[in-house]
């Protein structure tokens, strides 16, 4: 399985961005996306999970309100709508796949995945 993160850039502060991210190369049936991020310094984070067979969606405490999750089946292909964009998320970003069957607390973790992109850059001004 190969992702193909895509859709940082810059922005002011209050502004808006969507992420995509792409799964190929495998044989997609039960499986969950995520989003992670890192700042300089900083632990990975968990930013936000989505079962691509069914309707399971997790958050993150700090992005919950403000970032929208979603998917495109057919395209196999998961969307960040970040809203709202603060400095304090400013990060590289990077999606993550797997086959398990994960729940709440199991999808926030980035060792439960094995297949990740290659980042994607954020930076909000102030």
């Known amino acids: 399985v190969q992702l193909q993160a895509s859709g940082g850039g810059l922005v002011q502060g209050g502004g808006s961005l969507k992420l995509s991210c792409q799964a190929s190369?495998?044989?997609?049936?039960?499986?969950?996306m995520a989003w992670f991020r890192q700042a300089p310094g900083k632990e990975r984070e968990f930013v936000a999970a989505?079962?691509?067979?069914?309707?399971?969606?997790y958050y993150g405490n700090s992005v919950k309100g403000r970032f929208t999750i979603s998917k495109d089946r057919a395209k196999n292909t998961m969307y960040l709508q970040m809203n709202n964009l603060e400095s304090e998320d400013t990060a590289e970003y990077y999606c993550?796949?797997?086959?398990?069957?994960?729940?709440?607390?199991?999808?926030?973790?980035?060792?439960?995945?094995?297949?990740w992109g290659q980042g994607t850059l954020v930076t909000v001004s102030s």
């Open positions: 993550a796949w797997t086959g398990r069957g994960l729940i709440s607390t199991t999808a926030r973790l980035p060792e439960m995945y094995e297949r």
């Open positions: 190369g495998g044989a997609f049936t039960n499986y969950i």
């Open positions: 989505i079962k691509m067979s069914g309707g399971s969606i």
